[in-house]
């Protein structure tokens, strides 16, 4: 038990030292900020690498300030391998046991979880100690699977949680830390590039490209393969690859299919779509549906594909240019993600509207276009809109 108690001195801030807190995000510290004070748990999703350890230090750090004893805080991070003894609740509820014996908090506890998913049964420690009248807890967890609060344990949690999503940095955000001005330049360098925080310690081209393939391959074998028990992982490879050099396009299911089967893959419409849900769970991937703007409906069928970040085109896939247009319109659906946007592709009949986006009652109908060259094109973009 002892060696267990050092790594969780090693882990945590109890002896008040220096904390690497990394770029501030003032508005999701906000945004956590305004959560607290209640026994809701507190659940931040996101890619791997898009900064939520960052953003949960950060909020430890800014309790500190406040005047909360560094002894009244438990982090744990299971991407930690000196973590790798908390694999199932069990475990879990033995460690916190440790700390509450040897610390002895006095008064509130605020216990943070990172990478939750990785403990097996997680859900009954943490709703254990969120629910536990005999003393006050405030309980954060973090993940890097969409499906962490789906099935069973939504209903489990029901009404003891809020939830919200970590993205890579925005544009905003991006010129901050890379100290450029805005403007047209700073964005080009924003839609060429990528937003993943740790990218910008990072020296030169090469070493971003390595460590973003790292990234990518992690997500797909760690966090799919492995999670997943997928076996043709070939395809799930390729897949991805598909989807990045179609990014913004409509595509369906169906159109996958046929494509392998041009090239003598075999394989299903059911295992397609199985692995797509996959990519979107671990937020690699967002999938738009098409809204009918005349019926007021969701259609079926033909999808559009959108990157959590454009690293994994500008940096893994440079040699397929899709022009600035459709990075500028993978960015605006980044934004409005970031926003807090129900995002959809509005079409009537044979007309499209880029993004069809709603929030609190209010719809709003965005076409983007990087040029706008003649009066042809200006007609052809935004022609559509003078008939909603």
């Not at 925005?170 to 925080?197: H, M, N, R």
Request: glycine share 6%; charged share 20%; proline share 2%.
């Amino acid at each position: 038990m002892e060696d267990r108690l050092n790594v969780l001195r090693t882990y945590n801030f109890w002896d008040h030292q220096n904390l690497n807190l990394g770029f501030l995000r003032k508005d999701y510290l906000d945004k956590l900020a305004s959560f607290t004070g209640n026994r809701l748990i507190k659940v931040i999703t996101g890619q791997r690498r898009c900064g939520k350890s960052f953003l949960l230090r950060q909020f430890i750090f800014q309790l500190h300030r406040q005047g909360i004893d560094p002894r009244n805080i438990l982090y744990i991070n299971k991407e930690y391998t000196a973590f790798d003894f908390i694999r199932t609740s069990h475990d879990l509820a033995e460690i916190m046991q440790l700390y509450l014996n040897e610390l002895k908090p006095s008064g509130k506890v605020y216990l943070f979880f990172d990478e939750v998913q990785l403990i097996k049964d997680w859900e009954k420690v943490i709703n254990s100690f969120s629910q536990d009248f005999t003393s006050e807890y405030e309980v954060f967890i973090s993940g890097s699977n969409a499906s962490l609060l789906s099935g069973e344990l939504a209903t489990l949690l029901t009404g003891r949680y809020i939830a919200f999503n970590v993205f890579p940095y925005s544009y905003v955000e991006y010129c901050q830390v890379a100290g450029k001005i805005q403007g047209k330049p700073a964005y080009v360098d924003y839609l060429t590039g990528g937003a993943l925080p740790e990218l910008f310690n990072l020296p030169d081209q090469d070493i971003r490209h390595h460590y973003v393939q790292a990234l990518k391959n992690t997500i797909l074998m760690k966090d799919i393969v492995e999670r997943y028990h997928i076996k043709d992982t070939a395809l799930l490879e390729s897949l991805f690859s598909f989807v990045v050099q179609n990014i913004c396009n409509p595509v369906s299911v169906t159109n996958i299919v046929n494509y392998y089967q041009n090239l003598r893959v075999v394989t299903t419409f059911n295992t397609l779509s199985s692995y797509l849900e996959y990519l979107k769970q671990t937020f690699l991937l967002h999938e738009v549906s098409r809204y009918d703007m005349k019926g007021k409906k969701i259609l079926g069928g033909t999808r559009k594909y959108y990157l959590n970040d454009l690293a994994f085109r500008n940096i893994l896939y440079s040699g397929f240019e899709p022009g600035l247009g459709y990075l500028l319109e993978n960015a605006v659906f980044l934004e409005f993600r970031r926003n807090g946007y129900e995002i959809f592709t509005g079409t009537e009949r044979n007309k499209e509207v880029d993004f069809v986006v709603k929030k609190s009652g209010i719809i709003k109908y965005v076409q983007v276009c990087y040029l706008l060259s003649d009066e042809n094109v200006i007609q052809r973009e935004f022609g559509v809109l003078g008939g909603i």
